[in-house]
């Protein structure tokens, strides 16, 4: 059974950080991994992915300023944002592929559809 929660989001000022993690309580942390976000009135996009080598892609809005990293010893999938911008400003949901769906050549599909469990989200607020 695979159980994602999520902490650390939260109000933050323009230029600042935060650091998402993701926990899970039961999955076995062999495919893909990723964070999406929502913003009001939009839809769900990715913001970052991780395959079961470490490599990462990212969104190009958000390239160089946010950095996915996962633990497996501790199961816990990371998203460190720096330079916040308010335009950042969204629920964060972290996904996971348990069915080899997202793997695509040396990472991982940005297709939400790809990914079959989700958290319930966190909120991030970027005030300028």
């Known amino acids: 059974q695979v159980e994602l929660v999520e902490f650390g989001g939260g109000s933050v000022q323009a230029g600042g950080s935060l650091r998402l993690s993701c926990e899970d309580a039961?999955?076995?942390?062999?495919?893909?991994m990723g964070w999406f976000r929502q913003s009001p009135g939009k839809e769900r996009e990715v913001v970052a992915t991780?395959?079961?080598?470490?490599?990462?892609t990212y969104a190009d809005s958000v390239k160089g300023r946010f950095t996915i990293a996962k633990d497996n010893d501790k199961r816990t999938l990371y998203l460190q944002m720096n330079s916040l911008k308010s335009e950042d400003t969204a629920i964060y949901y972290c996904?996971?592929?348990?069915?080899?769906?997202?793997?695509?050549?040396?990472?991982?599909?940005?297709?939400?559809?790809?990914?079959?469990?989700w958290g319930q989200g966190t909120q991030v607020t970027v005030s300028s």
């Open positions: 039961g999955y076995v942390w062999n495919n893909c």
């Open positions: 996904a996971v592929d348990t069915q080899g769906r997202a793997r695509i050549a040396d990472g991982c599909s940005r297709w939400e559809s790809n990914y079959n469990y």
């Open positions: 991780i395959n079961m080598h470490d490599n990462p």
